[in-house]
């Protein structure tokens, strides 16, 4: 195994679990802690980094990526300055193209539009769910009005992760 590739396969695990801890603890404390969303942004980096040394195109996906993170940030920063998303998920938001990689925003798009409405279906329904605890989790978010968004960013950037490791998409 080269290195790259074996940098690769590191950084993309380290990705997905970081994603992971992020979906929980936006579900369980409504939070994204800085420190997390910048390691995701790290590694989304260093793989995109990889894939153009291994190119040697170095603007194919570096730079739409980064032109793509810097418009989500600009573009949903009033959103947060109106309280209608909170600071962790434009955070997020901004370095989801890093993850993803700039060809594959369609694919990160159509996964985060379901999982959203699936999110939002299940915390304005918790009744029609299983496990007691659960619904208790779901009814806080339904009395606070809140959707912890943070859920399913990570869950569309760990499955659009998956998907390039596993060359279902582009790399």
């Known amino acids: 195994m080269t290195m790259p590739v074996f940098l690769n396969i590191a950084l993309t695990a380290i990705a997905i679990a970081v994603l ?3 979906a929980m603890i936006d579900f369980k ?16 980096t260093g793989s ?6 291994q190119t040697g195109f ?8 980064l032109v793509a ?4 940030f600009v573009l949903l920063f009033p959103f947060w300055l ?9 955070k997020l ?9 700039g ?12 999982l959203a409405i699936v999110t939002v279906f299940a915390v304005r329904n918790p009744m029609l769910l299983p496990a007691p605890a659960f619904r208790q989790y779901l009814e806080h978010f339904e009395r606070k009005g809140i959707v912890p968004f943070g859920v399913p960013i990570a869950g569309a950037l760990i499955v659009t992760t998956v998907a390039k490791a596993l060359n279902l998409i582009a790399a």
Request: aromatic content about 4%.
């Open 20 to 22: 992971l801890r992020i």
């Open 58 to 65: 170095w603007m194919s996906g570096l730079g739409v990526s």
């Open 103 to 114: 060809e594959n925003m369609l694919t990160f798009a159509i996964l985060l539009l379901v």
């Open 48 to 53: 995109l980094v990889i894939a153009s040394l």
């Open 93 to 101: 938001m901004a370095v989801a193209p890093l993850v993803a990689g």
């Open 69 to 72: 993170a810097l418009m989500f």
């Open 82 to 90: 109106l309280r209608k998303v909170g600071a962790g998920d434009v």
């Open 29 to 44: 404390k409504e939070k994204i802690t800085n420190r997390d969303v910048l390691l995701v942004g790290a590694v989304g």
